[in-house]
């Protein structure tokens, strides 16, 4: 008598579509430098507010998706942590941010925030650095030239706190920075100016499978094996 047996094959299907090498070249990582900072505050008391951004690249021809975002910064004025930040973080598809190149926006009210022991060490600041992260859905993108705001403005906790994005080596060695004055909070037109640093962040993403793959995937991999 002949018996069929099925045999689940969608994983070996993923992972012969999608090499691994694939996967991990579309995380962006620019770890901390642990020494500098850009202030990144619409309440800033240094001088006017600013809001910095750094730009980055997806270089794999496949689509990913934004799944987590880490960063690092601190509270350059005081060094104390408020007692709830209010990040703003804004994705542009454009090397330098501009409103009619906005994508995304996210307010988030609520982030992993974690004391790293380490500190800024410039001749003005020494105070502590923390590293931040958030979970993520819906944030998409394809292969191309980005660029990222990342803004803490806790004005109604704290006016003093000065917060300030970390920077890193990792990157092109360029960011940019707008100023702006009379309580204008949205200045993504700028003008911008650069700064021969890039800034820390990264992203933990998931490839995002091409339709073809999708069919493969919808269609289970499934293998029938006639045994005899």
């Known amino acids: 008598m002949k018996s069929v047996k099925i045999v689940w094959l969608s994983v070996a299907v993923l992972f012969i579509t999608l090499p691994s090498s694939v996967l991990f070249s579309a995380i962006v990582n620019q770890e901390p430098l642990y020494t500098n900072g850009l202030v990144s505050d619409p309440d800033n008391s240094y001088t006017v507010g600013q809001y910095a951004a750094d730009d980055f690249v997806i270089e794999v021809e496949l689509a990913v998706s934004i799944d987590k975002i880490t960063w690092w910064g601190g509270y350059v004025a005081t060094g104390t942590a408020p007692a709830s930040d209010s990040f703003y973080i804004r994705i542009f598809n454009s090397q330098i941010p501009s409103s009619s190149t906005l994508i995304y926006e996210i307010n988030m009210n609520s982030v ?7 500190r800024f060490s410039t001749v003005v600041w020494n105070t502590p650095i923390y590293e931040y992260s958030s979970f993520l859905s819906g944030i998409y993108l394809s292969h191309g030239n980005y660029s990222i705001s990342i803004v803490n403005d806790t004005s109604f906790i704290d006016s003093d706190d000065d917060w300030a994005w970390a920077t890193s080596l990792m990157g092109n060695k360029t960011s940019y920075y707008a100023s702006f004055y009379n309580g204008v909070k949205d200045p993504e037109d700028g003008p911008w100016s650069s700064y021969d640093k890039d800034l820390s962040f990264s992203f ?10 999708v069919l493969l ?4 991999g499934l293998v029938i094996r006639r045994r005899r």
């Open 217 to 220: 995937l919808g269609l289970g």
């Open 112 to 118: 992993s925030r974690e004391d790293t022991m380490k």
């Open 204 to 213: 933990e993403v998931s490839v995002i499978p091409e339709p073809a793959t």
